[in-house]
């Protein structure tokens, strides 16, 4: 969430919120070593024990107020709607880890989610502490923030034949990936839109300029 918002108290909250998101990159790490199967049975299970609690916190006043108790400090304020009952971003990430996990190849998949996970936390960081110049929805230095450190994670995340071409896609990706996150509005819209966005732009664009490179990663568990 990639804002022009300079107040202290909402930087220091945000700063807590991104380093507690930054233990998701522990997702695609762990997925590398891991068949597909495997992962999502985890993320399977993961996702369904956020939704009961995210869930349940609406449901049950007696829960809800332990649930608060231990999280409510790392909760926006939309995330608290008992009317409209929103999920929370921590929801979002897992809910978003597992249909990725089955809808793409384990090497987009990698690259994209660690892209929402680093260049999201980059541009929000970034966004609140730095923004002053406005563009489009949000922050010119966030969104910059968000492609540079994207460019930075296609330089790290795996390849198939790590071939030009496959960089020249993860830089385009990220790029696209940056005015997502810029026009996105929401936990649910970022966590969603961007891995999305990025996994199938990346998808596209090997079957269009490489259409003859099987997706599937040497010497790791599919």
Known sequence: MNQIDNGTIHYRDELIRKLIHLTSLSIPVIYYFIPTATAAIILGILTAVALIMDLGRYLSPVFGKIFYKFFGFLLRKHETDHEKKNLNGA????????????????????????????????????????????????????????????????????????????????????????????????IADDNISIPFSVGFLMWGLYSLWLPEMELILKNVPV
């Not at 970034?126 to 460019?151: D, H, N, P, V, Y």
Request: hydrophobic content about 55%; aromatic content about 18%.
């Open 91 to 186: 929801t979002y990430v897992l809910l978003a880890a597992f249909l990725g996990v089955l809808i793409f190849p384990k090497v987009i998949f990698i690259t994209a989610f660690s892209i929402l996970i680093i260049s999201d936390s980059s541009a929000a960081l970034i966004g609140r502490k730095f923004g002053k110049i406005k563009f489009l929805r949000k922050s010119l230095e966030g969104t910059l923030a968000f492609f540079i450190s994207a460019s930075i994670v296609i330089f790290f995340t795996p390849k198939i034949g790590y071939y030009g071409t496959e960089y020249i896609i993860g830089l385009i990706a990220a790029f696209v990936g940056a005015f997502v996150e810029n026009l996105s509005f929401g």
